[in-house]
Antibody, heavy 117, light 107 residues
Framework: QVQLVQSGAEVKKPGASVKVSCKAS????????ITWVRQAPGQGLEWMAW????????NYAQRFRGRVTMTTDTSTSTAYMELRSLRSDDTAVYYCARATSHALDIWGQGTMVTVSS | EIVLTQSPATLSLSPGERATLSCRASQSVAGYLAWYQQKPGQAPRLLIYDASNRATGIPARFSGSGSGTDFTLTISSLEPEDLAVYYC?????????FGQGTKVEIK
């Protein structure tokens, strides 16, 4: 079936970087985009960025511009999101989601990233 | 950016009752609005896309309506498993944004 499987939990120190992977199965990655959304503990959903897996076009929320890089590898059907210069308020669950022309219809299970000294 | 304001913050209802959740946009999003359900400890799940279309496998008790700036998600007869936080999401303009969520509690 169509699913997105994300990499496991990470613990990082302030100032470090983290790279989260999102492997697609059951469909061809480059047909749709991938959106990244995060959720801080006890908080709501925050839209971070989108990448077209077809041509690599991207769009970012202003607060993440310059600190986030998204890539896709169609040979392995995997999308990646790297967040740099981590701060304690980056502690959150990070989700990837398939972005069709209508909505975010398939979500990964989430990756917990903890930033702590 | 387009701000989505959801109300109420919390809705406490008994099984079988009708739940009405609101999402208001700071400017028109046409029909480019979706609703998601997030149960405790789970990833969000798509319920409604393009304001009024149920996603695959979503029960008929869930319905969406609205256009422009005012949208509604209705659960016609609440079930115990509908305990969740519900988010609206606009894809009309960059950056995409989410509402802050409405928590549905079951009495």
């Amino acid at each position: 079936q169509v699913q997105l499987v994300q990499s496991g939990a990470e613990v990082k120190k302030p100032g470090a970087s983290v790279k989260v992977s999102c492997k697609a199965s059951g469909y061809t990655l480059n047909i749709h985009g991938i959106t990244w959304v995060r959720q801080a503990p006890g908080q709501g959903l925050e839209w971070m960025a989108w990448i077209s897996a077809y041509n690599g076009n991207t769009n970012y929320a202003q607060r993440f511009r310059g600190r986030v890089t998204m890539t896709t590898d169609t040979s392995t059907s995997t999308a990646y999101m790297e967040l740099r210069s981590l701060r304690s308020d980056d502690t959150a669950v990070y989700y990837c989601a398939r972005a069709t022309s209508h909505a975010l219809d398939i979500w990964g299970q989430g990756t917990m990233v903890t930033v702590s000294s | 950016e387009i701000v989505l304001t959801q109300s109420p913050a919390t809705l406490s209802l008994s099984p079988g009752e009708r739940a009405t959740l609101s999402c208001r946009a700071s400017q028109s999003v046409a029909g480019y609005l979706a609703w998601y359900q997030q149960k405790p400890g789970q990833a969000p799940r798509l319920l409604i896309y393009d304001a009024s279309n149920r996603a695959t496998g979503i029960p008929a008790r869930f319905s969406g309506s609205g256009s422009g700036t005012d949208f509604t998600l209705t659960i016609s007869s609440l079930e115990p498993e509908d305990l969740a936080v519900y988010y609206c999401h606009q894809r009309s303009d960059w950056p995409e944004t989410f509402g802050q969520g409405t928590k549905v509690e079951i009495k």
